[in-house]
């Protein structure tokens, strides 16, 4: 069901939309975690190792889909918002017809320089056969991961974050089936676990497909929607880039920082990943709470209620610092244990590095309620070029501390890269949207 933001507590409506789509994103996160739980448990750390070896690369690509998907949807809140729903369509159909490009492309290119992107990554031998496997998987399944977050962006748009988490939990379940099946049935290995994963993508977005179709007349394309036009195109382009490549360039810096801890040995590549999985669990809320925030300014926007703006992003920092020091308590005292989800108590190396990765991750994990919350408002007013330097500031301070720092202290370094890079990200989003905010009120006195 279509929702308004534009009247109402603006606390209230940012946490009624967020709690769903934080339970999704959690959902979400849930993939990841019983992948490499059961692959960790079942299949031993080398295989753990073998999973996570390319993460990186997977938030390069995939957070270039899922940018470009949000950025889809940014016109679709703002002409929602402003009730314009006949231009609210041709952007949903201009927005699927990208998206169908997008999809093609990056799937063969991905698919095709598979080998050369692990040897980049300087993937060790004795786990190199396993990361392909589930690489070239993931890879594979790019269609699917485009085709649902396009499809819950516009269901989101239009404020409704409900059904696609109901889509999301179902596919869990799917997913949790699956992974057992795949690898402990058919002895699959990690690239039963990548299968599984896809499988479960795929049935997310063809039931959000379904249910649009046959639910949201307000979203039904006619043939006079169907028609392609350049500055839709065009619109939706320069939205839907610059926060694909926000999110990519964010990644490779996270892809030299993890070639760097790749070079430290198997031990740490196992302690990273399983570290890794832990820590993009507890960021679900700043996804949600920014997410909630950014549709939240976009309709706002469009209804050209400014003050609801301003208020919004104050009430979204306020929630996203106050979760990511709560958060970041349960890091530094229960990192260890944590971990154990992943690797048994006889990988005494393994716990080691990876309760130490979050510990050390928990005294900063509040930055992230910043980073987060400005960045996605930025880019929801509109200004998603802008959030690009967010993401070249984080790149420069990963490259900087793999290159300067890991040498000389090793996994120590690593565990101080993300801080840098989350603070660096804040210097920079935080001016930057207070200044978009103001060109936005400076345009409407005017």
Same mark, same amino acid.
């Given at each position: ?23 999704? %994103?959690?959902?979400?996160? *849930?993939? %990841?975690?019983? @992948? ?17 070896? +390319? ?5 390069? #690509? ?17 002409? $929602? ?25 990056? *799937? ?5 320089? /598979? ?10 031998? @004795? ?35 409900? *059904? ?10 799917? %997913? ?22 896809? *499988?479960?993508?795929?049935? !997310? ?42 999110? +990519? ?11 760097? %801890? ?7 590549? !196992? ?25 939240? /300014? ?66 900063? $994990? ?6 987060? #919350? ?29 290159? #300067?720092? #890991? ?10 890269? @993300? ?16 200044? /978009? ?10």
């Amino acid at each position: 069901m279509a929702k308004s933001m534009t009247e109402g507590s603006s606390v209230k409506l940012i946490l009624q939309f967020a709690l769903p789509l934080l339970i999704g %994103n959690l959902l979400q996160q *849930t993939y %990841n975690i019983i @992948d490499a739980a059961i692959v960790g448990k079942v299949l031993g750390t080398d295989a753990l190792a073998s999973v996570g070896a +390319s993460s990186s690369v997977q938030f390069l #690509v995939l957070g270039f889909c899922i940018g470009i998907c949000c950025g889809f949807g940014i016109p679709v809140a703002k002409s $929602f918002g402003a009730g314009d729903y006949g231009q609210m369509r041709k952007y949903i159909f201009h927005a699927i017809f990208l998206t169908g490009v997008f999809a093609v492309v990056l *799937t063969v290119a991905c698919a095709l320089l /598979c080998p050369q992107i692990l040897n980049i990554l300087t993937t060790p031998e @004795d786990i190199y056969q396993g990361a392909y496997q589930y690489l070239l998987v993931i890879f594979l399944g790019i269609p699917f991961t485009l085709l649902y977050n396009l499809l819950s962006g516009i269901l989101r748009a239009v404020g409704d974050s409900k *059904t696609p988490f109901m889509f999301l939990a179902l596919s869990t379940v799917l %997913n949790i089936g699956l992974d057992l099946f795949c690898i402990l049935v058919l002895k699959w290995g990690c690239a039963g676990a990548a299968i599984a994963t896809v *499988t479960a993508q795929a049935v !997310s977005g063809i039931l959000c497909f379904l249910y649009i179709y046959r639910r949201f007349q307000i979203l039904r394309l006619s043939r006079q929607d169907c028609m392609v036009k350049g500055k839709f195109l065009k619109s939706l382009l320069l939205m839907g880039i610059p926060m694909g490549l926000q999110y +990519s360039v964010t990644a490779i810096g996270s892809m030299v920082m993890q070639s760097a %801890n790749n070079g430290l040995g198997s031990v740490y590549v !196992s302690g990273f990943t399983a570290a890794m999985r832990i820590k993009q669990f507890l960021m679900c809320p700043f996804d949600a709470i920014a997410t909630a925030v950014s549709v939240f /300014c976009g309709q706002n926007l469009g209804a050209r209620k400014i003050e609801r703006i301003k208020k919004g992003i104050r009430e979204g920092v306020f929630l996203g610092v106050g979760y990511g020091v709560a958060a970041g308590v349960v890091l530094i005292f229960g990192g260890r244990v944590l971990s154990m989800l992943f690797v048994s108590r006889d990988s005494a190396e393994v716990l080691d590095a990876s309760a130490k990765y979050l510990f050390c991750l928990g005294f900063f $994990f509040w930055s992230l309620g910043i980073l987060n #919350v400005c960045r996605m408002t930025t880019q929801g007013l509109g200004y998603s070029g802008r959030t690009i330097f967010s993401g070249v500031a984080e790149m420069i301070a990963r490259i900087f501390v793999s290159f #300067v720092f #890991v040498p000389l202290y090793g996994f120590n370094a690593i565990c101080f890269a @993300d801080q840098a890079a989350w603070l660096s990200g804040c210097i920079y989003i935080l001016p930057a949207c207070l200044i /978009c905010i103001r060109k936005i009120e400076a345009q409407a006195k005017g």
